[in-house]
């Protein structure tokens, strides 16, 4: 378990949501602010991150392929291993439905921190996050089976599924 001040360091690494003006009305700024001791210091550059958009009309193979690469390619270690595994089991027999809420889950967060405590349920889950996806990810976080999970999956079981 992690301490409260180590707890409490990583979670202002992420700046308050912020709202900026866009053609269609205002909409909330994603952004990282590095790992600040506090919110006091004055001299953090805040790097904004685009806003999550839906890809509606995006060929369902292009999406898998889309989402397994970003599955693989996460900020942190621990949820490239679990969602590049997740995705591996999963992904492939996702309904479009389900795709649409992993494809939510893992890129509109700003913060990889928040994803890995929903998935461990160290963290409730908000609800718009909440949902059948979520649920299997959770399931599948607790590694029932005790499988090793040290490693992301290499890439040859997509040649064999072809």
């Known amino acids: 378990m992690l301490s409260s001040v180590i707890a409490k360091r990583l979670m202002t690494g992420i700046c308050q949501t912020a709202w900026r003006p866009v053609v269609t009305g205002l909409v909330p700024t994603r952004c990282y602010r590095g790992d600040a001791p506090d919110d006091t210091r ?6 904004p991150l685009p806003p999550w958009e839906d890809k509606p009309g995006e060929p369902i193979d292009i999406k898998r392929r889309r989402l397994l690469y970003e599955s693989r390619k996460r900020g942190m270690l621990e949820n490239c291993i ?5 995705a591996k089991r999963y992904l492939n027999t996702m309904s479009e439905t389900q795709l649409q809420q992993y494809d ?59």
């Open 42 to 47: 004055t001299d953090l550059i805040e790097i």
């Open 82 to 86: 679990l969602l590049s595994l997740f």
């Open 104 to 162: 939510r889950i893992i890129n509109e967060p700003s913060n990889d921190w928040d994803i890995y405590y929903w998935a461990t349920e160290a963290q409730p889950t908000p609800d718009i996050y909440q949902g059948e996806v979520m649920e299997m990810l959770k399931e599948f976080t607790k590694n029932r089976n005790q499988e090793q999970r040290l490693d992301a999956p290499s890439l040859e079981y997509l040649e064999k599924e072809g």
